[in-house]
């Protein structure tokens, strides 16, 4: 089942896409599932089934082509991003694969969805790349959890693009402020359930820009897969029911490049996974002072 969240006539709500058509879950339910996916996920499996089981019909069923897609999840309580985490992105920057988890954040204000644009202002940055990336979406609470049973509490997957101000990441000394600007995380198109990603270890990513591969690779390249990473993480801290875990970024990023290659003004990046879909946005630089 693949979930989005959508603009349409009735304002912001949680739709079941089937092909070309988008079920407005709230509608079509006359109000059993809510209209917002926090709310949706907090109820669990038993909103999960009521989703699965509704039918295209002349009520609350939109063309996909007439709604805009937002992120699956618009506001995630939290993003919680994982560096390093693909052997051959490490062999690429010539780091020693770590032997935890690294972690950082993106501020939940970064997250927007396909289609939209990632801006940012040159006087603040000039050196923005993508990273496509697998994000698991969580769909309950989440504390100390074994690896054995972490799958359990993940709704499902969607494309992530964690984009990234080089020039402030390794500038700072510290990677939040590069990575949490206004717009650097989009999410989408949609999330897709956990039953239909029996292994969230074998997905294909690639990311164009303009057309133009500049990553190819799988999820098979991980160095700490979704279960494992799930315990490290909920050792620490509690995850809630639409957090947002980007798994890292496998080779071919801009920055190592030679020559680098940063995204430019009208720029469109494609960033993509084996059977989640394309997230797609164009870029755009706005001087703000
Ligand atoms: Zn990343």
């Keep these: 089942m693949k979930l989005a969240t959508f603009t349409g006539a009735n304002g912001l709500r949680l739709g079941r896409v089937q092909g070309d058509q988008i079920i407005d ?46 992120a699956p999840v618009p506001a995630p309580p939290k993003v919680v991003a994982i560096g390093l985490n693909y052997m051959d992105h490490c062999r690429e920057g010539g780091h020693e694969p770590p032997e935890t988890p690294v972690i950082f954040t993106k501020f939940p204000t970064s997250v927007i969805g396909p289609g939209a644009t990632v801006r940012w202002d040159p006087e603040l940055t000039q050196k923005v790349d993508y990273e496509v990336e697998l994000a698991v979406i969580m769909g309950r609470v989440a504390r100390r959890v074994p690896a054995a049973e972490a799958l359990d509490y993940v709704a499902g997957y969607t494309v992530g693009n964690d984009i990234s101000a080089r020039d402030l990441q390794f500038g700072d000394g510290q990677w939040v402020r590069g990575k949490s ?17 029996p292994d969230p270890h074998d997905l294909a990513l690639r990311c164009q820009v303009n057309g133009t591969v500049l990553q190819d690779s799988t999820t098979a390249e991980m160095i700490f897969g979704v279960p494992e990473l799930i315990e490290f993480i909920t050792r620490a ?26 995204l430019q003004d009208g720029d469109v990046v494609t960033a993509e996974v084996g059977g989640l879909g394309q997230l797609t946005n164009a870029c755009v630089e706005e001087c703000l002072s």
């Design 237 to 262: 801290f509690t995850l809630l029911p639409g957090d947002v875990i980007m798994t890292g970024t496998p080779h071919g990023v801009g920055v190592s490049r030679s020559p680098q290659v940063f």
């Design 181 to 197: 600007l206004d717009t650097f995380c989009p999410l989408g198109p949609w999330l897709v359930t956990r039953d239909e990603i």
């Design 25 to 70: 879950l709230a509608e079509v339910t006359g109000g059993r599932l809510p209209a917002e996916i926090l709310t949706f996920l907090q109820q669990g499996e038993e909103a999960m089934e009521i989703a699965r089981e509704v039918v295209p019909g002349d009520i609350g069923t939109l063309a996909l082509s007439e709604v805009t897609l937002l």
